[in-house]
């Protein structure tokens, strides 16, 4: 069974770490007051202004930040300030032990990605797919706050995932009813795992996917590196997250990709979850036990035992 982090309450300490691709240090500065604005304090991972390149510092400065959050007694939650590239590398750089000893809530999508599958299949601990600090700004949706605050400020895991009214309802698009731990996350930081120590493992799970900027031949090639490295025969059931500005190509859209590509598959599908690089992002839990039941047109986040 997975572990599930303490809760994040008002007046508990979030710590900031960049461990991707940098971001402008006026940007972190203001989001950082938008935290503080709700109730929380705040501190800085040594590297979380570092600029080099494309990378926030070197993969062992990275993963020296992160590493001195979970061992931080003070710290309650880590919250990445962006994804980018470059997060696999700091992956051979974690205390797995000292990480499973020390749960915390983490959070993020996009190549942060990376991070949340592996903290689940190394340290047994829940990450949830959903904001970084980037996210935390006045244009945000209060849909996406409150997907976020009911996953790491809850004692109780258990909850229907859901999309805002805004949008079109969860769509069962293969029928069954099927039970397992989620996984994945971004499509494209998924394929660079496979071939590595941190694979992200599909058996007996629920996959997750969305993806961004992305032309839909591109993404086909993705899926089908995936059905290739048996990732879709392993898991009982699919999540298919929205696919944000995916240029249409040969004709083929996404809609038309998940249609000829996905559903002869056969397997248990829900399509059109509002998350990820979407306006509207969903709280998924990486880890943790959910439901998916297609016939209705649910995902529903259980505890075990």
């Not at 390149?53 to 007694?73: I, P």
């Not at 895991?157 to 805002?164: E, G, L, W, Y």
């Not at 998940?258 to 248990?268: A, L, Q």
């Not at 995902?299 to 075990?304: D, G, P, W």
Request: aromatic share 8%.
């Amino acid at each position: 069974m997975a572990i599930q982090a303490p809760t994040l309450q008002a007046g508990d300490t979030v710590g900031i770490v960049t461990l991707g691709s940098p971001l402008e240090a006026e940007i972190i500065d203001e989001r950082v007051q938008t935290l503080e604005a709700m109730g929380l304090n705040v501190v800085l991972g040594a590297h979380v202004y570092d600029w080099d390149g494309f990378l926030a510092g070197t993969d062992q400065e990275r993963a020296a930040d992160v590493m001195a959050m979970f061992e931080r007694e003070d710290v309650s939650m880590i919250l990445p300030t962006r994804g980018g590239v470059g997060v696999a590398g700091i992956l051979p750089y974690l205390n797995f032990e000292v990480i499973e000893n020390n749960p915390k809530w983490i959070s993020g999508y996009s190549d942060i990605t990376v991070l949340l599958n592996t903290l689940y299949q190394y340290a047994n601990i829940i990450a949830v797919h959903s904001l970084m600090l980037i996210d935390f700004q006045e244009t945000t949706p209060p849909y996406n706050f409150e997907q976020f605050f009911s996953v790491v400020s809850s004692t109780s895991i258990d909850h229907a995932i859901v999309n805002p009214p805004e949008v079109a309802p969860l769509t069962g698009r293969v029928p069954g009813n099927v039970t397992g731990p989620i996984v994945g996350g971004n499509l494209t930081s998924f394929i660079g795992t496979l071939g590595t120590p941190f694979e992200i493992d599909t058996t007996g799970c629920i996959l997750f996917l969305e993806e961004v900027n992305a032309p839909i031949n591109t993404v086909y090639r993705y899926m089908k590196h995936l059905e290739q490295a048996g990732k879709f025969d392993d898991c009982v059931g699919i999540i298919l997250g929205e696919c944000n500005n995916c240029q249409v190509a040969y004709g083929e859209d996404y809609e038309d990709l998940i249609e000829n590509f996905i559903v002869p598959m056969g397997k248990p599908l829900i399509t059109g979850l509002a998350s990820g690089h979407g306006t509207y992002k969903a709280a998924v839990p990486i880890g943790a036990s959910a439901n998916l039941n297609s016939d209705d047109g649910t995902i529903t986040v259980i505890s075990e035992g």
